[in-house]
């Protein structure tokens, strides 16, 4: 059963894809709804990250987390390598949770 359903999810996501390839020039947008999409795109990444940043599980993630996010968003916004930024984001987290910040 859970093989059938990887498949069935498998096809549905290919047809998906493909229906947007196949459809592209039958498909007119407009010019208001071409300006949005790129906008649409990036609050949807933006809500992912808050999402993934704030919770953990059905719930809050702590104070922890959220602040080496900022840490990371910070640098990333000061354009620090890309490294710097992830080790830097990590190191923040670890360091508040062993002075006992949830």
Same mark, same amino acid.
């Given at each position: 059963m859970l093989i059938a359903a990887?498949?069935? *999810?498998?096809?549905?996501?290919?047809?998906?894809?493909?229906? &947007?390839?196949?459809?592209?020039d039958r498909l007119e947008l407009s010019p208001a709804l071409r300006r949005l999409l790129p906008m649409a795109a990036a609050a949807?990444?933006?809500?992912? $990250? &808050?999402? $993934?940043? *704030?919770? $953990? &599980?059905?719930?809050? $993630?702590?104070?922890a987390r959220p602040a080496g996010v900022?840490? &990371?968003?910070?640098?990333?916004w000061r354009r620090a390598p890309f490294v710097l930024v992830v080790v830097a984001a990590a190191a923040a987290t670890a360091v508040l949770r062993l002075a006992g910040v949830p």
């Open positions: 990887v498949v069935a *999810l498998a096809v549905g996501t290919y047809a998906m894809r493909l229906s &947007g390839v196949l459809l592209r949807l990444l933006a809500a992912l $990250a &808050g999402t $993934a940043a *704030l919770t $953990a &599980g059905a719930g809050f $993630a702590g104070v900022a840490v &990371g968003a910070l640098l990333a």
